[in-house]
């Protein structure tokens, strides 16, 4: 069943006692509340993933290698409401151009908590589910990963409008060259602002310190590591248990093939216990869709833990932003430090110039003039800096925190509602046991 | 072969009891036996064969012990059915618990007694109630005698001795109390079966004092007599049975396949445990981990702690759901793939004591056939020279061969009549068996169907109350405006 982890509905509330799927929960096209809410884009335009091909093709270094592509799909809203929906705007994308796409928004936008990718490689596996890229399940989980992550970035009110999104979504160039030129683009306004964006990543993994630290922002970053380890752990111990449950219900189904034998000696007891022995087998199979809807759930986490990882990322770049200010300010007051030195020929602190001044002698009044002009100038200069930088600093830190209690609110109801369809799933699971055991029991009788 | 019928017949004059001979007579006989026939019978003690042999039957013969002239095997065992069946509709009238494990400290050793209590309306019993203590030793006492007095029942098995395996220590709780229930279930099962609980044996186990019950177990077959046995049953199996009867090796098959499928199911159970003893462990981490989320989250804190809560109490219901599995269903498959080996035993028995038939057989037949060529043989110059009259020497030899001839004939009888009894005791055991065992294994079944049904019951309410409790909530915030 297609449902993006971003599909709910569940503020559609029953009767009390009704544990059964609303009908809004069970449809497909139900958008997330935060979605309704969104932006113009979603209010025009109809977004979803909605195939998975693979691909053979030369890739860098000129040697084979199979891919799979993804096909986004684009339509009218009205067309839609209409039933008179036109074929579609399509094309395909692989995954790494979803990173580039992802990668050039965190430049972009750096106060934005950036909606995350599924997982680059399937972790948190529980044994049967393999860790390979081209498994068709983890191929089929990764394009409804991708579709959320485009109604993500295309509900947020300041990525939506992005030009480089909208072209990623519709623009389809040559049949050959799919999509290339929005990732030239990409790349080329990447490397237009990169020159400042490449120091400041670098930056960003360089170590340093803030001198007056944003207590809000460190408790975020705070808050962002707890969240990733608690939801790790989580995902971790999940998936232990689940490969421990394959195991109960799986041994069961020896109980189906041993009490079959048993019946072919058996005059009396034979049909009760050839007829158990099916609902053992029965009980044995279920595991397999029960474990795959979990998995449903387990991708919900993950979300929320790559989305920790871009929450840190913003607090980080906040620190990046305050440090950048605080280096300015810290320069331009050394400056008028040095400034006022010169002037008054004090030297108030110990430095090297008044060292050797002292020793050699004071340099002549036009070197003098001529240091004064140049200070004069800097100083001029570092004022102007500073007063950017804070305007930058400002800004940043109002849009950052905007976006985090857009993200705060978004969190809180997209794991309330994943909480409560786990409680569903579990209800399901329940009641098939006690059909399943039930069953079993009357044979069991009839023995 | 010779030797031991001789030995046989010194010891045994009775044809289809194995032990008990050693026991004076003057011990009272069962109550249901006149005085007069106990008097006639030789070595005639509180075996039980004779509850059977004798009840409503009118022996005014006393003289012959020999059934066939009197009441053949096949209207014995009539009686045995018919017994039974009286007993059926009877309401059951001895009730038996073992309960109450107490260590027992002594000198030399430390031992478990447990508690037995009797409870009867039976007239052979002096009171209405009873209780002593007895220890698995003597359990293991009274089957070996059953087993002695009956080679061809099936006796329910006792739970296994202690074997020094993996962790399990002797005094550990959960292993006595799985002792406890098997030994209960053994009397119950020696109880309701109505041959066994008539016997004496069984009734000095449920009331009699510790030093009765010492002095009473002394009297008991002596070593000399086991021996015997053992080397017969040894002697037997090498012979082999040649005639098996179809529906005998019918049922070995039936052991044989029985045994397999029954080991079967009691691993696949172990193995189901095992496994859900790792799940709990694993899902015990689950809700910890939720409420140390739920201390870094402000609106998100109580939905997640409700789901530690939630988890935690699934956690509760599956461990209780092991327990069933392991206090209950394991035990109670275990003890039939006990059970199996009673019934080879059973069967390796009828088996033995056939052969015993054949060979007494072969050996009229060879005396026969010797007697037939003696009487053609002309005598021997020895005996001439002896002295003797070569017709005298002739008719001396065929005299004596007429002797063991008559001899060899009626051991045979009375091997034959021992054959068909314990076939015909074994017949109706294993028809009374199986359905025991059907019904056993069907309420086993039944009952962890039930237990499983009961665990997904309880998960369902505990999820349904946090899915209540959310949608509750939901409800209250709905209002809230979101732009």
Known sequence: MERTMADSGSEDIAVIGNTDLTPSESQNNVRNTMFEKGTNLLKRMEISVAEAEKRTGKNAVNMQETYTVYLIETRPVDAVQEATSPVPDSLWRRYSEFELLRNYLLVTYPYVVVPPLPEKRAEFVWHKLSADNMDPDFVERRRVGLENFLLRVASHPALSNDKIFRSFLTEVEGKSLEGNRVRDRIS?????????????????????????????????????????????????????????????????????????????????????LQSAGHHMDAYAASIDDILEEEEHYADQLKEYLFYADALRAVCRKHELTQYELETAAQDLCSKKQQQEELATGTVRTFSLKGMTSKLFGQETPEQREAKLKMLEAQIEE????????????????????????????????????????YAIMQISMCKKGIQVWNNAKECFSKM | ???????????????????????????????????????????????????????????????????????????????????????????????????????????????????????????????????????????????????????????????????????VERFNEDFIENRRRALHRFLNRIAEHPIFSSGDDFKIFLTAAPGELISHKKQGAGFLSRMGETVRAVAASVRGVRNRPDEFTEMLEYSEAFSQKISALHKVTQRISKEQREYLEELKE????????????????????????????????????????????????????????????????????????????????????????????????????????????????????????????????????????????????????????????????????????????????????FLHSQRAEAEGNKNVDYS
């Open chain 1, 188 to 272: 080329s306004e990447g490397i237009v602002s990169s020159s400042c964006a490449d120091s400041r990543i670098k930056a960003l993994n360089a170590t340093f310190r803030v001198k007056n630290p944003d207590k809000r922002f460190a408790e975020m970053k705070h808050y962002g590591d707890e969240l990733q380890s608690v939801i790790s752990q989580l995902l971790r111990v999940r998936a232990r248990a689940a490969d421990r449950l394959y195991g109960v219900y799986k041994v069961h189904g020896n109980y189906g093939r041993v009490f079959s034998e048993w019946s072919a000696i058996e005059k009396e007891m034979g049909d009760g």
């Open chain 1, 382 to 421: 570092g004022e102007e800096l500073v007063k950017e930088r804070n305007v930058e600093s400002g800004e940043f830190v109002k849009g950052a925190w905007a976006d985090i209690e857009r993200f705060k609110e978004q969190k809180d109801h997209d794991l309330r509602e994943a909480l409560i369809n």
């Open chain 2, 286 to 465: 689950c809700g910890p981990t939720l409420a140390l989320w739920s201390s870094c989250e402000e609106a998100l804190a109580e939905p997640l702690r409700c789901m530690a809560d939630s988890l935690d109490r699934c956690c509760q219901e599956t461990e209780e759901q092991l327990k069933h599995i392991n206090d209950e269903l394991i035990p109670d498959l275990h003890e039939y793939v006990l059970c199996t080996d009673t019934l080879k035993a059973v069967l390796r028995r009828r088996d033995n004591i056939q052969a015993d038939l054949e060979a007494k057989a072969e050996a009229l037949a060879s005396k026969k056939t010797e007697r037939e060529s003696e009487s053609k043989v002309l005598s021997l110059a020895w005996d001439s020279l002896v002295g003797r009259s070569p017709e005298e020497v002739k008719q001396h030899k065929l005299h004596k061969l007429n002797g063991q001839i008559k001899e060899i004939r009626d051991e045979l009888e009375k091997l034959e009549d021992r054959q068909e009894w314990a076939n015909n005791a074994l017949r109706s055991d294993w028809t009374r068996w199986k359905k025991i065992m059907r019904t056993d294994l069907q309420s086993a079944f039944i009952d962890t169907a039930d237990n499983n049904v009961k665990y997904y019951e309880k998960c369902l309410a505990i999820w349904e109350s």
């Open chain 2, 1 to 167: 072969m010779k030797l031991l019928g001789a030995m046989m017949q010194i010891k045994r004059p009775r044809f289809y009891s194995d032990s008990n001979n050693s026991v004076p007579s003057e011990k009272s006989p069962p109550v249901s036996i006149p005085a007069d026939i106990s008097g006639e019978m030789l070595d005639l003690d509180e075996d039980d064969d004779l509850e059977v042999f004798s009840k409503g039957t009118s022996l005014t013969d006393g003289n012959s012990l020999n059934p066939s002239t009197q009441t053949s095997p096949a209207s014995m065992i009539n009686q045995y059915k018919f017994q039974e069946e009286e007993e059926d509709a009877d309401a059951k009238d001895l009730f038996v618990t073992v309960d109450n494990p107490e260590s027992h400290v002594t000198a030399i050793e430390t031992y478990i007694t447990y508690r037995v209590v009797t409870k009867t309306t039976r007239s052979e019993f002096d009171s209405s109630e009873f209780e002593v203590r007895r220890r698995y030793q003597d359990f293991l006492w009274l089957r070996g005698r059953l087993e002695e007095a009956h080679p061809t029942l099936i006796i329910h098995p006792l739970p296994e001795k202690f074997v020094m395996k993996g962790m």
